[in-house]
T-cell receptor, first 113, second 108 residues
């Protein structure tokens, strides 16, 4: 069966520090991968999605970047965090050629102080 | 670009009341449409989906019909329970864009 792992679960980082959140999927090949941010009261905002290794689409210009160095690995990064980067970050995957039904990780609560 | 708009919450209902949560979308083509649910303290999970116009998705007493002519996918349930209290998200396929979420609170 397929599983998705996302870590860390919580993170407190100072302003200006770098960020690296990792997400891996097991049990499937060539998944579509997504990074979302869920801000309080604002729903889910799509940040990045990827249909294959090295293929990243950015939905919202901002202080973050994403990379997909391996088929089932998706990394969210920042060189210098801002206070406004605080939020709940969710990784998700869906089956190739069916961009719909997605499966979510447990999320990372990021607090920038 | 693609977008999903759903009615704002919070929505507070008494047990056994009728529920409607509106959702409309804009998209290129005819994407699959989804409702996800997030129970308190849990992650998102798929509630139901519809893959083409006039399809009706259903699960746990919830229903939603894919209406191409009105670009809508409203969520309905005839009799809500306290256990239905959660945040509900409408989403469209393709890029998998989500609406802003609607918090439902059902009182006994």
């Amino acid at each position: 069966s397929q599983t998705i792992h996302q870590w860390p679960a919580t993170l407190v980082q100072p302003v200006g520090s770098p960020l690296s959140l990792e997400c891996t999927v097991e049990g499937t090949s060539n998944p579509n991968l997504y990074w979302y941010r869920q801000a309080a009261g604002r729903g889910l905002q799509l940040l990045f999605y990827s249909v294959g290794i090295g293929q990243i689409s950015s939905e919202v210009p901002q202080n973050l970047s994403a990379s997909r160095p391996q088929d089932r690995q998706f990394i969210l990064s920042s060189k210098k965090l801002l206070l406004s980067d605080s939020g709940f970050y969710l990784c998700a995957w869906s089956v190739e050629r069916d961009y719909g039904e997605a499966f979510f990780g447990q999320g990372t609560r990021l607090t920038v102080v | 670009g693609d977008s999903v708009t759903q009615m704002e919450g919070p929505v507070t209902l008494s047990e056994e009341a009728f529920l409607t949560i509106n959702c409309t979308y804009t998209a290129t083509g005819y994407p699959s449409l989804f409702w996800y649910v997030q129970y308190p303290g849990e992650g998102l999970q798929l509630l139901l989906k519809a893959t083409k116009a006039d399809d009706k998705g259903s699960n746990k007493g919830f229903e939603a019909t894919y209406r191409k002519e009105t670009t809508s996918f409203h969520l309905e349930k005839g009799s809500v329970q306290v256990s239905d209290s959660a945040v509900y998200f409408c989403a469209s396929g393709g890029k998998l864009i989500f609406g802003q979420g609607t918090e439902l609170s059902v009182k006994p």
